[in-house]
C-alpha cells in the first residue's frame, strides 16, 4: 500500500487504485445464512454514498462525532471508512448522548434516541433490505442512501491529525490508526493477497483491526464472521478452503 496513506480513506483510495476488482469484504452470518461479497470498488461505491449522505443529509462536518451502536458487520465497515471520508470521528458503542449523530442497529434502537441529532437506522438484514417502516425516530439507511452521488468528495481536506476512532476508551487519530493497523498487519503475517478470517466482534480495537484495518493496510481481505460460535467445526474448514483463508483472527 501507499506508504504516504495517513486516514483509513487513504487506504481505501490506493486499494481502489490498485486493484478495484479484487475482494475486500466477504461478509457471513452464521445465524442467517446470509454471505456477501464486495470487491474494493463495491465496497468504496458504498463508502462514496454513505459519505454524501453524511455530508450533504445529515449536515456532518470534520469534528463531529458519530456513535456508531451496531456489530460486526459489512456496512459497520462501510460507515466507519464513510465517517473517516469526511472527517467525523467515530465512537464505536459511545453513548448517544454525547454525540452529534448516531448509527443503530435493531437492538440498539431505543439507546439511540438519546441521540439529539441526526438518527440513522439500520436493518442489517441480508442484501441490506430497508425496514418495512422507519423506526420513530430515525430515517432508514437503506432509502436514504440509494439515491446518493457514487463519487465523493470533502468540503475540507480531512485532517490526519484529528481524531477518527474512539474504542476501549482511547482515541485515535487517523494516522495513529494507519500506524497501529499497519503494526498489526505485521504481527499478523498480512501481505497483498492475504485473507484474514475474523470472527471478532467491532466492539474493541482487536476486532476492528482484525475485521477492517489490518487487512485494509496490508493490501488483503477479510472474511468476516458473525456468529461465528454457531458453525460446525467442520464447517468452518470448508469455509477456509472454499475462501482461500491464509490467517485466522477467530
Known amino acids: 500500500m501507499n506508504a504516504s496513506d495517513r486516514t483509513p480513506a487513504d487506504l481505501l483510495r490506493s486499494a481502489l487504485a490498485a486493484d478495484p476488482a479484487r475482494p475486500l469484504v466477504t461478509f457471513y452470518d452464521d445465524a442467517t445464512g446470509e454471505r456477501v461479497e464486495l470487491s474494493v470498488a463495491t465496497f468504496a461505491n458504498w463508502v462514496a454514498k454513505t459519505a454524501n449522505l453524511l455530508q450533504g443529509e445529515l449536515s ?32 464505536v458503542g459511545g453513548d448517544p448522548a454525547d454525540a452529534d449523530l448516531v448509527v443503530a442497529g435493531p437492538e ?17 438484514a441480508p442484501l441490506g433490505r430497508r425496514f418495512p417502516a422507519p423506526p420513530a425516530g430515525y430515517a432508514d439507511y437503506a432509502v436514504e442512501v440509494p439515491s446518493q452521488g457514487d463519487r465523493f468528495a470533502p468540503f475540507v ?3 490526519p491529525e ?26 499478523l503475517g498480512l501481505a ?12 474493541d480495537w482487536q476486532g476492528l483491526s482484525s475485521g477492517l484495518y489490518a487487512p485494509l493496510a496490508a493490501g488483503g481481505s477479510v472474511v468476516l464472521c458473525r456468529n461465528l460460535h454457531q458453525l460446525a467445526p467442520e464447517a468452518l474448514e470448508k469455509r477456509v478452503e472454499s475462501e482461500r483463508v491464509t490467517d485466522t483472527a477467530a
Do not use: M
Open 60 to 91: 456532518a462536518a470534520p469534528g463531529d462525532r458519530l456513535a456508531l451502536l451496531l456489530p460486526a458487520h459489512w456496512q459497520t465497515a462501510v460507515w466507519l471508512l464513510a465517517c473517516s471520508s469526511v472527517g467525523v470521528a467515530v465512537e
Open 162 to 187: 484529528a481524531p477518527a476512532l474512539v474504542v476501549d476508551g482511547r482515541e485515535r487519530s487517523g494516522a495513529q490508526l494507519v500506524e497501529q493497523a499497519r503494526v498489526d498487519a505485521a504481527t
Open 157 to 159: 481536506p480531512v485532517d
Open 108 to 124: 440498539t434502537l431505543e439507546a439511540g434516541l438519546a441521540c439529539s441529532g441526526e438518527r440513522i437506522a439500520l436493518s442489517l
Open 192 to 203: 497483498p493477497g492475504s485473507r484474514l478470517l475474523s470472527g471478532l466482534g467491532y466492539g
